[in-house]
């Protein structure tokens, strides 16, 4: 693969306009807005000021709250991170329409996102939902992805513990409405901590029963990715980032991913909760992903494929 010196590709910085406002979070500048894309209102941040962007998506029923550190710490090194919330979750709108939370509409936005941001191309990534999320943007829309890093995808290896764990809270919220709603109303009242992933947690608590169950349907009812034939025409260097602790995130499509992504590289973390608990290692990761891709000129098609690296 030819490289190339940095180059930026994305000029445009954040503009300053209806909706947003400069603020600070944990000594890092950032910038909130919200924009209106199909009828929703979706809330973002933008932590650094670097013309390198990385989008970075939360996991379902989470929210931006949850990579609020790792997007301080990436803007550190010299990168613009903007986290997003997908719709029904965070400060982003909860239309409690199935439709409304299908994989592939929740990448329109992210699309969306990036055209109210003036932002030609960008790493895409996320968590788990936001993984997948990721993968399918850049089936979607190609042209506009300079990169993705994948943690914890859910694909087909996660279907049967992902039907036992979402199918029973899906019936749980629309048959124990009562209970889930007093749940809500005791969460809303919690203060919250200052510790983006307990915040996420407690943002979730606190939702209408109605509106998580719109999330589980649609999330459920749609495509979980692009087909494995998509992912193989992806040519951008990725990351993926598996672990072995749990059956709604199996190794294994991690391995997979990585298997068929032309210019993939896997690392397994060593558990769940390294990226927010002992993030070094895996912020390292990250941020060695996306000098190499801001290396590659824009204009590239894709480059030579190589096989997957791993790394433990």
């Known amino acids: 693969m030819a490289m190339s010196d940095p180059m930026p590709t994305n000029s445009a910085r954040p503009r300053r306009g209806p909706g947003r406002a400069a603020r600070r979070s944990a000594g890092t500048p950032y910038e909130v807005g919200s924009f209106v894309h199909d009828g929703?209102?979706?809330?973002y941040e933008v932590h650094g000021t670097g013309e390198q962007v990385l989008v970075?998506?939360?996991?379902?029923?989470?929210?931006?709250?949850?990579?609020r550190h790792l997007a301080g710490d990436l803007a550190a090194a010299g990168h613009r991170v903007v986290l997003l919330d997908?719709?029904?979750h965070g400060r982003s709108d909860k239309p409690r329409r199935a439709s409304s939370h299908r994989i592939d509409t929740y990448a329109r936005h992210v699309v969306a996102l990036l055209?109210?941001?003036?932002?030609e191309r960008a790493v895409v990534g996320g968590v788990s939902l936001g993984g997948n999320v990721s993968l399918m943007v850049a089936a979607l829309a190609p042209?506009?992805?300079?990169?993705?890093?994948v943690e914890m995808p859910v694909l087909e290896w996660a279907v049967p513990a992902a039907a036992l764990t979402f199918v029973p809270l899906l019936f749980a919220v629309h048959f124990a409405r009562p209970v889930a709603a007093a749940v809500a109303s005791v969460a809303r009242r919690v203060p919250r901590t200052g510790l983006g992933p307990l915040d996420s947690v407690l943002g979730t608590l606190?939702?209408?029963p109605r509106e998580t169950a719109a999330v589980l349907h649609?999330?459920?009812a749609g495509p979980l990715g692009p087909t494995v034939g998509e992912r193989a025409s992806m040519t951008v260097p990725a990351l993926v980032i598996g672990h072995r602790s749990d059956g709604v995130h199996p190794f294994h499509d991690a391995e997979q991913l990585a298997d068929r992504l032309p210019e993939a590289r896997?690392?397994?973390?060593?558990?769940i909760l390294e990226l927010w608990v002992r993030p070094d290692r895996l912020t390292g990761e990250i941020i060695a992903l996306l000098d190499e891709a801001w290396r590659r000129d824009a204009s590239e098609p894709g480059g030579a494929a190589r096989a997957p690296r791993r790394a433990g």
Do not use: C, K, T, Y
Request: aromatic residues 2%; glycine residues 12%; without cysteine.
């Open 218 to 220: 649609g999330v459920l």
């Open 86 to 88: 997908l719709p029904g």
């Open 143 to 149: 042209e506009r992805v300079q990169g993705l890093v």
């Open 56 to 67: 970075f998506l939360h996991g379902i029923l989470l929210s931006a709250d949850l990579n």
């Open 40 to 43: 929703v209102r979706l809330a």
């Open 115 to 119: 055209d109210h941001l003036g932002v």
């Open 266 to 271: 896997l690392v397994q973390a060593r558990s």
């Open 206 to 208: 606190a939702n209408d």
